[in-house]
């Protein structure tokens, strides 16, 4: 993560691909591609109470944990396929992070990438509470 | 004379705004909230602007015009539900009313065992207060099903539920469905056995003239940002020997006769109930609002937007993998149409909408009793009103149809 920026570099080309869409209809198609694709994807078998985000319109499920190497590893999912493309690309900004640089991540990419209403207090309760709980589980498992 | 839908959507500066990409807004959320005309933004900046005072309290000018417009509006709004001033208690809405109901009149009233009926079709704010009741005083409450073919009531099983029952609380219209109970035939029954019944109009109140006397209920809780009027205010119609059986719920300032540090006496009445600085502004918005609606056949307006509404749904139920929750083409029901896509989860069809312009609400709409009978999470609802048009349900229809393509 440099200067202004707190998303890592990696991320780079996935918010640039957003911001070429030509208008937001087509970065709504392109965060349902990127719930197809999401990579590290949350069966719903393993949907329970314990690692709901709360506080959503939609169902939304996330278990942080530390993977071999010691690095941070996110598993999500959700029924939104907006929501879960949103989780797309945090678990590939976040996936193998270091624990102290997930924790202190913001959550302004999803602002580069355009997807204004995924900010906004009243819908963003998806997308931002599962940010949150990223962010304080990174905080956890340091 | 049939309704000039331009000159009634002239008065609702709201409804010519664009939205920040440039769309034209088209809003169909009006079960959630309705808009409101110039003349009740008006008034209540009038108030601000040239009479703002607390009333009840002082004897300077400002406070006698205060006053005045806090007790006018609500003779205008009590005449306008059918009834006088004394029958009438400010509350903050809907919710507030059935609280009071619940604080003021079945603390009081009701003991353990005693029967409280409700239906699966409540708002949770018919729902929590009389679950709270049962953990206070112990009180059984019964739901009444719904039938999930026909979306009304089981009125078979709601004459067995009513078997000893003490109060009845039903919801006039429903605000999923948008399905209208036989309020009617429900007070009636629900008298024969010598229940109270409480009628929550929030969503009624909008749509026809609700007469309180005639209608016989002894509660009916209407709230007021969903006719025109501003939010934060409602009110709770009570019949006098009802009222008579109510002890206070919040307590302080206003609805006092005398304190001394050994105790209070209360002030009687609708003023026992009306407890701090009153919701001046909102009251007289509130009177405007009623003042602007009393000026329509409330039978029309039901009619333009029945036949909005079931002419959408018609269309809809074209559209592959959209199921309708409710019966919009029945002559009675409200226009609130409830849907869902096979496919499309309800809160991403609801933001893919809105990039078109349309105001759609998404979720379980404070019913999860209904949302379970019903076996779903939550539904999409575009719910209309006096100022919506054919063309815009066109366009809606048609926006609709082309998201589906596109996303499912």
Redesign the interface.
């Known amino acids: 993560m440099t200067g202004s920026r707190k998303w890592p570099e990696h991320l780079d080309p996935v918010v640039e691909e957003f911001r070429a869409c030509f208008d937001a209809m087509e970065r709504y198609e392109l965060l349902f591609d990127y719930a197809k694709m999401h990579p590290s994807a949350l069966p719903q078998e393993e949907w329970n109470d314990n690692n709901q985000v709360h506080g959503c319109q939609s169902r939304a499920h996330v278990i942080c944990s530390v993977d071999e190497s010691g690095r941070f590893l996110l598993r999500g999912g959700a029924d939104a396929q907006i929501v879960q493309g949103l989780m797309a690309v945090t678990a590939i900004a976040v996936n193998g992070m270091d624990l102290a640089d997930v924790a202190e991540m913001e959550p302004d990419y999803a602002e580069a990438m355009g997807i204004r209403s995924s900010l906004t207090p009243s819908r963003a309760n998806g997308f931002l509470n599962m940010f949150k709980r990223v962010r304080e589980e990174a905080a956890l498992l340091q | 004379m049939a309704l000039d839908i331009e000159a009634i959507r002239a008065d609702f500066p709201i409804l010519g705004r664009t939205l ?2 440039g769309k034209k807004l088209v809003y169909f959320d009006n079960a959630a909230t309705s808009q409101k005309p110039q003349c009740v933004i008006d008034a209540m900046s009038r108030y601000y602007e040239e009479y703002n005072s607390n009333a009840h309290r002082a004897n300077h000018t400002l406070a006698d015009e205060a006053t005045t417009a806090l007790e006018s509006a609500r003779e205008k709004i009590s005449s306008y539900f059918g009834t006088s001033p004394d029958q009438m208690i400010y509350t903050s809405g809907a919710t507030e009313a059935i609280n009071l109901v619940a604080y003021g009149w079945a603390r009081e009233n009701l003991d353990e065992g005693d029967v409280v009926v409700l239906t699966e079709m409540e708002h949770h704010a018919d729902i929590v207060p009389w679950q709270q009741m049962s953990i206070d005083k112990g009180v059984e409450v019964r739901y009444v099903p719904i039938d999930t073919e026909s979306f009304t009531l089981d009125m078979d099983a709601f004459e067995v539920a009513l078997d000893g029952a003490s109060l009845v609380c039903v919801v006039h219209t429903s605000n999923v469905l948008g399905v209208r109970n036989p309020v009617e035939k429900i007070v009636k029954m629900s008298h024969s056995v010598g229940a109270r019944v409480l009628i929550d109009c929030a969503q009624g109140a909008p749509h026809e003239r609700i007469d309180f006397d005639s209608l016989g209920a002894d509660f009916v809780a209407i709230s007021a940002h969903k006719m025109a009027g501003p939010t934060g205010i409602g009110c709770i119609l009570v019949k006098r020997d009802a009222m008579a059986e109510m002890g206070p719920f919040m307590t302080g300032g206003s609805m006092i006769k005398r304190v001394t540090t050994e105790g209070s006496t209360f002030q009687e009445g609708h003023a026992m109930f009306e407890t701090g600085t009153p919701r001046i502004a909102e009251a007289i918005g509130w009177g405007a609002a009623v003042e602007w609606l009393d000026q329509f056949d409330m039978r029309e307006v039901h009619d333009h937007i029945n036949d909005v509404a079931s002419w959408t749904a018609a269309q809809m139920m074209d559209i592959p993998g959209i199921k309708i929750y409710g019966d919009p083409d029945r002559d009675d029901s409200s226009g609130a149409v409830s849907f869902l896509h096979e496919s ?5 069809l609801a ?2 909408l ?2 078109g312009g349309f105001a759609v609400r ?2 379980h709409h404070c019913a999860q009793p209904l949302m379970d009978a019903l076996g779903v ?2 539904t999409n609802r575009a719910s209309f009103w006096i100022y919506n048009t054919m063309g815009e349900a066109e366009s809606f229809v048609e926006y609709l149809s082309q998201v589906i393509e ?2 499912a």
């Open positions: 920040p990409n499309i989860q309800s809160q991403d933001l893919l809105d990039e998404t979720g999470p939550s596109r996303f």
